[in-house]
């Protein structure tokens, strides 16, 4: 089955910074590729998605980019703002069985 | 957009109880929803994949006895945690989704259960 691999696991970056947080998936069959911010004791937000035949998607200051042939998708936020301090979850799913198969998640701390 | 209401957010209840948790589609159909769980600072595991209409389809290792799956309209999930033990004290998580086609997946808020 798919497995998707996330780093790093917490990322410090200093307020008005970029960050990146890269994510590998297993499964060549895999064609959706969402993003979630989760705050503490929420449910996850979808933030931006791409599906396999975009190589890049931007909404304001998140871009996401998509290496089909590696197998590497990546989220990029700009000018980071405080509120952007969250836990970043990438994801993957095949139109095989419509499951959602998530990263680790990645801790981002903005700091002031 | 598609909003998925989950019910309810915060639940103690005493060992060898059953709890129940609906997950409703507020504006749309879903056909499919999935549950999750959640352990502090740990990711989202697939728990099952709840299907209107038949029965839900497990994950490796997830007792089905033990967490019982019922979708019994287009709008409603619910997870029911029969004779809760501490160790099932987790973050449950819906998610359903508007397209039903393999993405544009909404989440609920989540269910925060606590076993004494």
């Known amino acids: 089955g798919e497995n998707v691999e996330q780093h790093p696991s917490t990322l410090s970056v200093q307020e008005g910074d970029s960050a990146v947080i890269k994510c590998t998936y297993s499964?060549?069959?895999?064609?959706?590729f969402p993003w979630y911010k989760q705050e503490l004791g929420k449910g996850p937000q979808l933030i931006i998605d791409?599906?396999?035949?975009?190589g890049e998607k931007k909404d304001q200051r998140i871009a996401v980019t998509l290496n089909k042939t590696a197998k590497h998708f990546s989220l990029h936020i700009t000018e980071t703002q405080p509120e952007d301090s969250a836990v970043y979850f990438c994801?993957?799913?095949?139109?095989?069985?419509?499951?959602?198969?998530f990263g680790k998640g990645t801790r981002l701390h903005i700091l002031p | 957009g598609a909003v998925v209401s989950q019910h309810p957010s915060r639940v103690i209840c005493k060992s060898g109880t059953s709890v129940k948790i609906e997950c409703r589609s507020l504006?749309?159909?879903?056909?499919?929803m999935f549950w999750y769980r959640q352990f502090p600072k740990q990711s989202l595991m697939l728990m099952a994949t709840?299907?209107?209409?038949?029965?839900?389809?497990?994950e490796q290792g997830v007792e089905k006895d033990k967490f019982l799956i019922n979708h019994a309209s287009l709008t409603l999930s619910t997870l029911t945690v029969t004779s809760a033990h501490p160790e099932d004290s987790s973050f449950y998580i819906c998610?359903?989704?508007?397209?039903?086609?393999?993405?544009?997946?909404?989440f609920g808020s989540g269910t925060r259960l606590t076993v004494v």
């Open positions: 998610s359903a989704s508007e397209s039903g086609l393999g993405y544009g997946y909404t």
């Open positions: 499964d060549s069959a895999s064609n959706y």
């Open positions: 791409i599906r396999s035949n975009v």
């Open positions: 994801a993957a799913t095949s139109g095989r069985d419509d499951k959602i198969i």
């Open positions: 504006d749309f159909q879903a056909t499919t």
């Open positions: 709840s299907n209107e209409g038949s029965k839900a389809t497990y």
